[in-house]
C-alpha cells in the first residue's frame, strides 16, 4: 500500500542528505524535511491517538507545548507596583491579542475589585451628578468595536543612540488589540447633562494609584466608551475590571482602568501623568502636553529579531500596522534599506484604529538585506524614518516613538535590529 | 471610529448643552450622587486651587515627614534613587542633558499637592492629612529655592506659587504642530 506523502523518504541525491532537486517539483523541499525527521516515529501510531484525552476543563489554557508564550517583562529591583509588561508580538499571528497577553501598564500594581462595591461617578459641570453600578451599565445598549491600545511609551527604547539586541515584542510590545463591549460614554454624559462651559473630562481610576487624567469632552462626546468587556468576556483585572475607560486611538494611559469617576470641567487639571510623565519634551526645552492620538506605526515581526532564516529561499514578511488617527491605508516594506518599496497586502477587515496584519511573499536570496515598513493612515500621515523622528525631540525622549523599524539580515541570516 | 450614529449623538448632546431633558438614548440608571460621597471621592485639585482642603504646613515640618516617610524612595533632598528623582534640574530642559524632575518640570505647584494626596506614599497612599501633603509640597518646592527655606503653604498660597517651568508646556490637543 502506497505509504502518505507526509510519511515518505525523501529522496536523496547525495551523502549528508543532499536532497534531490526533483523533490522540488513532487511535493516542495519544505514540506518534505520536516516530515522526514518524524518519519522513524511515524510507522507507530503517536500516543495522543491510543488513549483518551483529557477531561474538559472549566477554563482552557494554550496548549502545553506552548507555555513559553508569555508577555515579557523585567521587574527593576526596589519598584513595587509600578512597571510593565508587554505584549509577545513576534509570538502570535492575526490582530487580537489573547486576554492574557495583552499589555499592562500599572502605577501602582493591579487591583482586585468587588464589583458589587464599585461605582462610577460623574459630577462637576454636570446637571445631574449620577453614579453607575456595574449592573446599572449592564443594561443600557452596548456596543462592541475593535480597537487597539498602545501606551505613550511604546518603542521609546528607539530613543537611545544604539539599537537595543532584542525581539519585536520586547521592543514594541506595550500595544494590543482587543473587542472591547461597553457603554458609549456619550449616552453617560448625556443623562447627567453636561454644562455649556464644559470642555474637559477628568477620568480616574480606583486603583491605589489613583491614577487620573484629563480628557477633551469632545473626545468624550466621540467614539468613548466604558468598556466592560474584552473579547468576550469580562475586561481582565489587568485591563481595568469591572470598567474601564476606551478612548480609541489614544494613548494607552488616558484609556484610564478600574475607571470609577469622571469630573465634567472648564479647564485640564494637569495630573501627574499628564505634566510629569507623557508629555514630550521638545529639544528648545518646551514640552508637547496632551498630544493625545498616537501616530501611524507599522512592525514587521515576521522575520524580526531572534527569528533567523532558515536558508535561502521562499519566505513570507508579515507584520501589525495600526494609526490613532483611523485606518491603515497601506504598508509598504523594503528589502533594500529604503531605495525601493512594494505594497504589502493588508488582510482585512481593515478596521479604524485597529491593529491590521500585514503580509508580502518573498525570496530571499542570502545576501545581507535591510528590512523597512512604512504605514500610511487615512489621513495621510506616513511613519517617518527614526532619523527625522528624533529630531523633533529632546534626548532620550521616546513617548510617541512611531518611526519605521528595521531589521537587518546578514548572510548567516541573522536578524538584528538597526536604526535608519 | 465616528459611527454615523454616534456622530449623530454628539450633534445632539452639543446642541442641547445648557438646557437638557434627559433623552431617550439609554434606560436612564444613573442615581443622583450623594454630595458626600463626591466630596470623599474628589481628590482632583485643579491649577485654580479652588479645591484644596484646609490646613497648613511649613517647610521644616515637610523636612520632617519626608525623612520618615518618602526618603527611602526618593532620596536625601530628593535627589532620587531608588525611585523617582523630585528636585534638582532646573535650567536643564533646552540642554543636552534635561533632568525632569518635581522643580525643573511640573508647571503648577497644586499637581503636586494633587498628586501626593492621592498616591504617595506608595505602599501606604491616602494616609497623609492635608496639613501633611501641604508641609511636603513646601519642602520639596524649598529645596530648589521655588518657596522659600520659612514658607508655609495653605489654600490660598500654593495655587500662587509660580513653578520654574511654568510657560513651557504647549497644549498640543488645542493647538497642534506649533
Avoid at chain 1, 313 to 336: K, L, M, T
Avoid at chain 2, 18 to 33: E, F, Q, R, T, W
Avoid at chain 2, 106 to 128: C, E, G, H, K, N
Wanted: hydrophobic share 40%; proline share 9%.
Amino acid at each position: 500500500m502506497d505509504k502518505h506523502p507526509d510519511e515518505r523518504l525523501p529522496e536523496f541525491a547525495a551523502a549528508n542528505g543532499l536532497i534531490h532537486r526533483r523533490e522540488l517539483l513532487v511535493g516542495g523541499l519544505l514540506a518534505s524535511v520536516a516530515p522526514a525527521i518524524a518519519a522513524q516515529e511515524g510507522l507507530s501510531p503517536p500516543p495522543w491517538t491510543l488513549a483518551p484525552g483529557r477531561p474538559m476543563s472549566g477554563y482552557g489554557m494554550p496548549s502545553e507545548w506552548r507555555k513559553t508564550v508569555q508577555r515579557g517583562f523585567t521587574l527593576p529591583p526596589g519598584r513595587p507596583g509600578t512597571g510593565a509588561s508587554r505584549t509577545p508580538l513576534h509570538l502570535l499571528e492575526g490582530t487580537i491579542t489573547p486576554n492574557g497577553l495583552h499589555f499592562e501598564r500599572h502605577h501602582n500594581g493591579v487591583p482586585d475589585i468587588d464589583p458589587a462595591r464599585h461605582q462610577l461617578l460623574i459630577h462637576g459641570l454636570v446637571d445631574r451628578p449620577l453614579t453607575f453600578t456595574l449592573d446599572d451599565l449592564l443594561r443600557y445598549p452596548l456596543q462592541s468595536h475593535i480597537r487597539f491600545i498602545e501606551c505613550a511609551g511604546n518603542s521609546g527604547g528607539a530613543a537611545a543612540p544604539n539599537p537595543t539586541q532584542a525581539d519585536a515584542g520586547t521592543l514594541h510590545g506595550l500595544v494590543s488589540c482587543a473587542q472591547w463591549t461597553g457603554v458609549p460614554l456619550a449616552v453617560l454624559l448625556q443623562e447627567a447633562g453636561v454644562r455649556s462651559t464644559a470642555r474637559w473630562v477628568i477620568a480616574e481610576g480606583a486603583d491605589s494609584a489613583l491614577l487620573s487624567r484629563s480628557i477633551p469632552l469632545a473626545k468624550c462626546l466621540d467614539d468613548a466608551m466604558i468598556a466592560l468587556y474584552q473579547n468576550g468576556e469580562a475586561v481582565r483585572p489587568e485591563q481595568g475590571f469591572p470598567m474601564r475607560l476606551l478612548l480609541p486611538g489614544f494613548q494607552g494611559n488616558t484609556n484610564i482602568k478600574w475607571l470609577r469617576r469622571l469630573r465634567v470641567t472648564d479647564a485640564p487639571a494637569h495630573t501627574k501623568d499628564e505634566t510629569s510623565k507623557y508629555s514630550e519634551l521638545m529639544p528648545d526645552g518646551r514640552a508637547r502636553q496632551f498630544m493625545l492620538e498616537m501616530g501611524p506605526k507599522s512592525v514587521i515581526l515576521k522575520p524580526s529579531f531572534g527569528m533567523n532564516m532558515q536558508g535561502r529561499g521562499f519566505y513570507e514578511i508579515s507584520g501589525i500596522a495600526w494609526s490613532g488617527a483611523g485606518r491603515v491605508r497601506g504598508v509598504e516594506i523594503s528589502a533594500d534599506g529604503g531605495r525601493t518599496w512594494a505594497q504589502a497586502l493588508l488582510e482585512g477587515p481593515v478596521l479604524p484604529k485597529a491593529l491590521t496584519r500585514f503580509r508580502l511573499a518573498w525570496r530571499w536570496d542570502g545576501s545581507p538585506v535591510r528590512l523597512l515598513s512604512r504605514a500610511t493612515d487615512e489621513a495621510g500621515s506616513m511613519q517617518p524614518p527614526r532619523s527625522e523622528w528624533v529630531k523633533q525631540y529632546a534626548p532620550g525622549q521616546g513617548y510617541h516613538y512611531n518611526a519605521m523599524q528595521a531589521w537587518d539580515i546578514d548572510t548567516a541570516g541573522k536578524v538584528t535590529n538597526a536604526y535608519t | 471610529m465616528r459611527t454615523p450614529e454616534s456622530r449623530a449623538l454628539v450633534v445632539v448632546v452639543l446642541g442641547l448643552l445648557g438646557s437638557l431633558p434627559v433623552l431617550a438614548d439609554g434606560p436612564g440608571l444613573g442615581k443622583a450622587a450623594d454630595p458626600a460621597v463626591v466630596r470623599m471621592m474628589d481628590l482632583t485639585i485643579l491649577p485654580d486651587g479652588k479645591d484644596l482642603p484646609p490646613g497648613r504646613g511649613t517647610v521644616a515640618e515637610g523636612k520632617q515627614i519626608y525623612e520618615i516617610k518618602c526618603l527611602a524612595c526618593h532620596g536625601v533632598g530628593g535627589q532620587g534613587q531608588p525611585m523617582d528623582r523630585l528636585t534638582g534640574g532646573v535650567g536643564s530642559l533646552a540642554t543636552p542633558a534635561p533632568v525632569k524632575t518635581v522643580n525643573s518640570y511640573w508647571p503648577y505647584a497644586t499637581s503636586l499637592f494633587d498628586y501626593i494626596r492621592r498616591a504617595m506614599p506608595l505602599t501606604t497612599p491616602q494616609t497623609l492629612r492635608s496639613d501633611e501633603v501641604y508641609a511636603l509640597v513646601a519642602y520639596i518646592l524649598s529645596i530648589d529655592g521655588v518657596v522659600k527655606p520659612d514658607a508655609a503653604l495653605d489654600a490660598m498660597s500654593l495655587p500662587a506659587v509660580k513653578m520654574p517651568n511654568r510657560e513651557g508646556f504647549l497644549n498640543w490637543w488645542e493647538n497642534p504642530r506649533r
